[in-house]
C-alpha cells in the first residue's frame, strides 16, 4: 500500500507552482499588466548571478542578495532548487517522463552516475574564471537565463501568433502590438530545443552534464543538513531506486550528495524503505562528499578560462577603436566593459520593451562575447521618451534602474542632460526631398525633442514633372539629438532608412562621444 | 559505516549554515556605507572611478633682472641654444642636479626631420647632453603621443636615435600610459585623458617645439605643442581648436619652452611633406611665457602679419597663459 503523503507528491506540487509562477511572471511582465515587477524574482535568488557578477564587478546590485535565500535552502536540504524550483529543471523531467520510455532495467542502467557529469563543474569554473576577468558568460547556459530567453525570444512570437487567431488575445505576452521579432531566435530557440529534446536518448542530459547552476549548488550541497540516507541493514541491493534516479547519484551504493538533485524517487521505489531523506542516521552508507574533480580538471579549467577571455575581447568590438555603429544599449546601460560585466543575455529587456526595440544580438555587433545580449535595432522599433521598463527588470543593473526624469534629462538631471543612446544621421542619397525631389520629412514630425533634433533646409524648387514642389530637406542637430531612434523607424525609406542612428555620441561613454561641447542657445541660459 | 550523529554536531552544522549565510547576507544586505558591504543599490557603485590626477606648476621661480624671453641665432644649434638661454640666466637656472627632466618634443608625424613637421632631432641633441652633463639632470625622457604609430614616428623622425645618443629614454605611449588630468579652469577639457606614468618623479618639463603652419588654428608653436600630451578622442578638438589650444596655455605650466627656429615650415601644415615648404633659419627661441613667445614667433619667424595673430593666442591671454606683447620681457644675445 502506498503511503498517504509523499514528498514526490509535494514536489510534483512545487514544481508545478514554481514553472506556473515563472510563466505567470514572463506573462505579468508587460506594460499593461505588472511592468517590470514579478520576473526578476527569479533571476536574482540564483547564486550563480550573483556570484558571478560578484566576481566581475565586486558588488551585489539590488535585490540579487536573496540568493542568500537558495543558498540557505541548499545548505538545509541540498540540491533541491534543481527539482523542486527549477522551472527548466521541470521541464526536463518531463520530457523525459513522457518521450524517454523504457524498460525498467534499462532505466536503471541509464540512471547509473556517469563520469561525464563532472562537466558542469569544469564549465562552471571556466565561466566563473571568465567572469572574474570581466567578461559574464554565464547566461549562455545558467537555466533560468536561458529558459527566460528561450521563452521570451523562441517560443512567445509563436505562441502569440497562434493566439492571435483565436479570441484568447489576453494570454498573449504582448497583446496589442504587431508580431514581435526577435533577430537570431533561431539560434537562441535551437540551444533550447537541442536541450530539451536531447531527454530521449539520455536522461537530464542538462541538468547532470552542463548546468553552471547546478554545478554550483552541488558545490554547496556536501554541507547541507538532510540528504538520502540508505539503511544498509534493510538494502537489499535491488538497484530498484535507480529506475527514477533524475540526479544520477548513486543511491544505491555511495550517495554522491553532489549530485542528488532531492527528487525523493528512490524513497518511493524501494521495496524495503531502506531510503529515506532525513538528518544523519546512525545506521546508514556513507555518501561521497565531493565531485569526481580531479587536479587535472582543475588545471584544464583554469587553462581554459584564462585563454578564453583574450579570445572574447580580442575583436575589439569593447573598446573604442573598433565599436559596432550598430551596438546601441537600451538606456540605462553601463559603459561596454561595464555592461559585459553584467549582462547575463536572460531577455527580460527584450521581453518587457513595448516598441519591441530591444533585440538579442548576434555576432556583428560584439561577437560572441555580446552574443544574445541587448541592442537596439530602430528598423523594429525605437526606444519611446515615457519609458524606462528595461531598466526596471534588468537583475544584475547592466541596464540600471532609471527614471523618465532622468532618461530624459529633466528636474534634478538637467545639469547631466538627457540619456543618449546614439546619434541619428541623415543619408542624403537616399532621402526623398534630398536626393529625389519629392516632399517628405516624417523624420523631423515625428521627433519628440523640443526644440527638434531634426531641423531642415527648405527650398521650392520645379520637380521634374514641372510642379513646383517645397522640399524640407532634413539635418540633424547633433548637440539635442538623444538617439531615441524614431526617425530611423519612421523613414519611408524603409529598407535601409535614410535617417538612421549609430552608437556614436551615447552618454555612456566618455570616448564615443561626438560633440566636443553641446551647444545651447544664448537665451536659454 | 555508521556515521556518529548527535547534538553537538547538529548544533555544529547548524551554525556553520548560520554562519555561512549570515556573512553573505551581512555582505549583501549591508547599507553600502558599512564596512565590507558589497551591496550597491543603483548599480552605480561598481563603476570604476576615474582616478584623476592633476598637475603641479613645474616653474622655476623668476630671477630679478632676468629676461623672459631669449632670442639666439646662430650657424649651430649649439650656438643658437647658447644665446637663447643667454638672457633668461643659463638652462642651470631652471634645471638643478638630480631633476628629473621630461622632455616634449613634437613628433606627431612619421616624416623626415628636413620636412619641418617635427622638432629637430639635433636640437634635442643638444640639449639632453646640456641637462645630462651640464645640468648633471639624474634623468631625461621624451615622450610624445604622435598622430601616427608612435614607435615609427620616432624611430624616422630621427629623434629616438638622438636622444638614445645623448643618454635620454624615449617613452611611447602605450595603453596604460593615461590617466584623466583634471584641468579646473579649463573650458573643455576640464577633466582628459592624459599622459601619466611618463610624468611620474618628473621635477621640470620643457615643451620643444618646432615653428609651424597649421590650417586650422593658424599656426603650431610652443602652446599646441602640448596637444601630445593628450590621449583619447583628440578629433573632437577640431570643433573648436582655439578654446583648446587656450586650455593647453594653462593645462600644463612647464619650466621652460624652447622654440626650434632651424627648419620653419611655412605652408601646408601641420604636415608639410615638400622640402620647399621649409625655411632653414637659424633662430631659437628659449623663455618662460608661451603666448609672448608664440606671438613673437608668428610674426617673425612665420612671417605673418600681426593683424593676423591666432584667436587662441587672445584667449590664452585672458584665460591667464601668458601676455602676448613680449616689450621689456624680450631680448636678443649679440
Known amino acids: 500500500m502506498r503511503p498517504f503523503f509523499r514528498l514526490t507528491t509535494v514536489r510534483i506540487v512545487s514544481q508545478l507552482v514554481f514553472l506556473g509562477l515563472f510563466v505567470f511572471g514572463v506573462w505579468a511582465t508587460w506594460t499593461t499588466r505588472m511592468q517590470g515587477y514579478p520576473v526578476s524574482r527569479f533571476l536574482e535568488i540564483d547564486p550563480l548571478v550573483a556570484l ?29 532548487f534543481c527539482n523542486w524550483i527549477c522551472p527548466l529543471g521541470t521541464l526536463h523531467q518531463c520530457a523525459g517522463w513522457l518521450f524517454n520510455v523504457r524498460s525498467g532495467k534499462e532505466r536503471q542502467e541509464q540512471n547509473r552516475y556517469r563520469p561525464r557529469q563532472v562537466i558542469k563543474y569544469v564549465t562552471l569554473i571556466i565561466v566563473l574564471i571568465i567572469s572574474a576577468f570581466g567578461s559574464v558568460q554565464i547566461g549562455l547556459l545558467d537555466p533560468l537565463a536561458l529558459l527566460h530567453r528561450s521563452m521570451v525570444t523562441g517560443l512567445s512570437t509563436g505562441w502569440d501568433w497562434l493566439l492571435g487567431t483565436t479570441s484568447l488575445t489576453q494570454l498573449q505576452l504582448a497583446p496589442g502590438t504587431a508580431e514581435r521579432i526577435y533577430t537570431g531566435s533561431l539560434w537562441i530557440g535551437v540551444l533550447f530545443v537541442v536541450i530539451v529534446v536531447i531527454n530521449i536518448w539520455y536522461t537530464r ?115 573604442d577603436a573598433n565599436y559596432s555603429p550598430l551596438m546601441i544599449r537600451p538606456p540605462g546601460s553601463m559603459a561596454e566593459a561595464e555592461f559585459l560585466k553584467k549582462c547575463i543575455k536572460c531577455g527580460q529587456c527584450m521581453r518587457v520593451c513595448p516598441t519591441n526595440v530591444v533585440q538579442p544580438a548576434g555576432l556583428r555587433e560584439g561577437g560572441i562575447e555580446a552574443l544574445w545580449t541587448p541592442v537596439l535595432n530602430f528598423n523594429i522599433g525605437h526606444c519611446q521618451q515615457k519609458c524606462s521598463l528595461c531598466s526596471t527588470v534588468c537583475p544584475t543593473g547592466a541596464i540600471r534602474e532609471i527614471s523618465v526624469t532622468e532618461k530624459l534629462g529633466f528636474g534634478e538631471y538637467r545639469q547631466d542632460g538627457p540619456i543618449r543612446l546614439g546619434t541619428a544621421f541623415i543619408n542624403r542619397s537616399r532621402c526623398l526631398p534630398w536626393a529625389n525631389e519629392i516632399p517628405c520629412i516624417v523624420c523631423q514630425e515625428v521627433c519628440p525633442i523640443a526644440p527638434k533634433a531634426i531641423q531642415t533646409y527648405d527650398e521650392e ?20 539629438c538623444t538617439g531615441c531612434g524614431i526617425c530611423q523607424k519612421e523613414c519611408p525609406v524603409t529598407d535601409q532608412p535614410a535617417a538612421y542612428v549609430t552608437a556614436v555620441g551615447e552618454s555612456r561613454s566618455q570616448e564615443r562621444r561626438l560633440l566636443l561641447r553641446y551647444r545651447t542657445n544664448p537665451e536659454e541660459s | 559505516m555508521p556515521s556518529p550523529f548527535n547534538r553537538r554536531e547538529f548544533l555544529k552544522r547548524i551554525a556553520l549554515a548560520s554562519t555561512i549565510c549570515g556573512g553573505a547576507g551581512y555582505l549583501a544586505w549591508a547599507p553600502e556605507e558599512y564596512p565590507f558591504s558589497l551591496k550597491d543599490v543603483t548599480g552605480l557603485r561598481s563603476r570604476p572611478e576615474p582616478r584623476q590626477f592633476t598637475l603641479p606648476d613645474y616653474r622655476v621661480a623668476t630671477a630679478p633682472g632676468m629676461m623672459e624671453i631669449g632670442i639666439g641665432r646662430d650657424m649651430t644649434t649649439e650656438g643658437r641654444l647658447t644665446k637663447a638661454l643667454e638672457p633668461i640666466g643659463g638652462l642651470s637656472r631652471f634645471v638643478q642636479p638630480g631633476d628629473v627632466v621630461l622632455l616634449k618634443p613634437n ?45 615609427d614616428c620616432f624611430a624616422k623622425t630621427g629623434i629616438k636615435a638622438a636622444v638614445e645618443r645623448a643618454g635620454g629614454r624615449v617613452l611611447l605611449p602605450d595603453g596604460n600610459a593615461f590617466r584623466p588630468l583634471s584641468t579646473p579652469d579649463a573650458e573643455l577639457i576640464k577633466s582628459w585623458p592624459c599622459f601619466y606614468r611618463p610624468l611620474i618623479g618628473v621635477t621640470k618639463v620643457i615643451g620643444v617645439a618646432p615653428v609651424k603652419d ?79 613667445m608664440d606671438g613673437w614667433a608668428f610674426v617673425n619667424l612665420l612671417q605673418r602679419d600681426a593683424s593676423t595673430l591666432p584667436h587662441y593666442l587672445f584667449l590664452a591671454e585672458e584665460k591667464g597663459g601668458g601676455k602676448i606683447d613680449p616689450a621689456g620681457r624680450i631680448q636678443e644675445s649679440a
Not at chain 2, 619641418?116 to 615622450?143: F, H, N, Q, Y
Request: aromatic content about 6%; charged content about 20%.
Open chain 1, 52 to 80: 558571478s557578477t560578484l566576481l566581475s564587478t565586486g558588488h551585489i546590485y539590488r535585490y540579487l542578495g536573496w540568493s542568500i535565500l537558495l543558498l540557505l535552502l541548499t545548505l538545509l536540504f541540498g540540491r533541491l
Open chain 1, 205 to 319: 542530459f542538462f541538468c547532470r552534464t552542463l548546468c553552471p547552476l547546478g554545478a554550483l549548488l552541488g558545490l554547496v550541497a556536501p554541507f547541507s543538513l538532510f540528504r538520502i540516507h540508505r539503511d544498509t541493514d534493510l538494502c537489499t541491493n535491488c538497484d530498484l531506486c535507480l529506475t527514477r534516479c533524475e540526479g544520477a547519484c548513486s543511491p544505491e551504493t555511495t550517495l554522491r550528495v553532489t549530485e542528488c538533485v532531492g527528487c525523493m524517487n528512490c524513497i518511493d521505489d524501494c521495496p524495503e524503505n531502506a531510503l529515506s531523506f532525513s538528518l544523519p542516521r546512525i545506521v546508514s552508507a556513507p555518501a561521497r562528499p565531493t565531485p569526481d574533480l580531479s587536479r587535472r580538471h582543475l588545471v584544464f579549467a583554469g587553462i581554459i578560462g584564462l585563454i578564453t577571455f583574450p579570445l572574447l575581447r580580442a575583436n575589439g568590438r569593447v573598446n
Open chain 1, 461 to 480: 524648387v520645379k520637380d521634374t514633372f514641372g510642379h513646383l514642389v517645397l522640399l524640407n530637406k532634413p539635418f540633424i542637430i547633433p548637440d539635442l
Open chain 2, 107 to 151: 613628433v606627431a608625424f612619421d616624416r623626415a626631420p628636413e620636412l619641418g613637421a617635427t622638432t629637430s632631432p639635433e636640437l634635442l641633441e643638444v640639449l639632453i647632453r646640456r641637462l645630462l652633463i651640464d645640468c648633471r639632470a639624474k634623468e631625461v625622457r621624451v615622450t610624445d603621443n604622435p598622430i601616427e604609430s608612435p614607435a
Open chain 2, 214 to 292: 597649421h590650417n586650422l588654428s593658424g599656426a603650431s608653436m610652443g602652446i599646441k605643442n602640448w596637444y601630445g600630451l593628450l590621449g583619447g578622442q583628440r578629433n573632437q578638438f577640431h570643433q573648436d581648436i582655439h578654446t583648446i589650444i587656450a586650455d593647453l596655455s594653462i593645462m600644463i605650466r612647464p619650466t621652460l619652452t624652447i622654440l626650434d627656429g632651424s627648419r620653419i615650415l611655412m605652408r601646408n601644415g601641420p604636415t608639410g611633406g615638400d622640402p620647399a615648404y621649409v625655411k632653414p633659419w637659424d633662430v631659437i627661441v628659449a623663455g618662460t611665457d608661451q603666448v609672448a
